[in-house]
């Protein structure tokens, strides 16, 4: 069974941290780009970062440069997404997606592109 599984969120205050990890089981993510989405309640999903199957391009929406850095391990089947400087517009549900299509990443994330989605996990900042 193909599957992606997201962990790593929960409550954070402004200004804190966190690290999300997506995890692939049933398929090597190796050929895939892979994206960080989030959504908020009454919110569109949107593109959060992407990063192409090398790691070697990498995408992030405006309101997270600076701030988030997408990275991923091959070996362990895994990408990370590492949150700094967190805000409470960051509050959301964020969603890995994997993509085999031959896309950019920027297209990638702008489009909200994904063959395989995980469950999402809860970022929450507030204080």
């Known amino acids: 069974q193909l599957q992606l599984v997201e962990s790593g969120g929960g409550l954070v205050q402004p200004g804190g941290s966190l690290r999300l990890s997506c995890t692939a089981s049933g398929f090597t993510l190796d050929y895939y780009a892979i994206g960080w989405f989030r959504q908020a309640p009454g919110k569109e999903r949107e593109g959060v970062s992407c990063?192409?199957?090398?790691?070697?391009?990498?995408h992030y929406g405006d309101s997270v440069k600076g701030r988030f850095t997408i990275s991923r391990d091959n070996a362990k089947n895994t990408v990370y997404l590492q949150m700094n400087s967190l805000k409470p517009e960051d509050t959301a549900i964020y969603y890995c997606?994997?993509?085999?299509?031959?896309?950019?990443?920027?297209?990638?994330?702008?489009?909200?592109?994904?063959?395989?989605w995980g469950q999402g996990t809860q970022v929450t900042v507030s204080s």
């Open positions: 997606a994997a993509s085999g299509l031959l896309t950019t990443v920027q297209a990638m994330c702008v489009k909200t592109l994904g063959d395989y």
């Open positions: 990063i192409s199957g090398s790691g070697g391009s990498t």
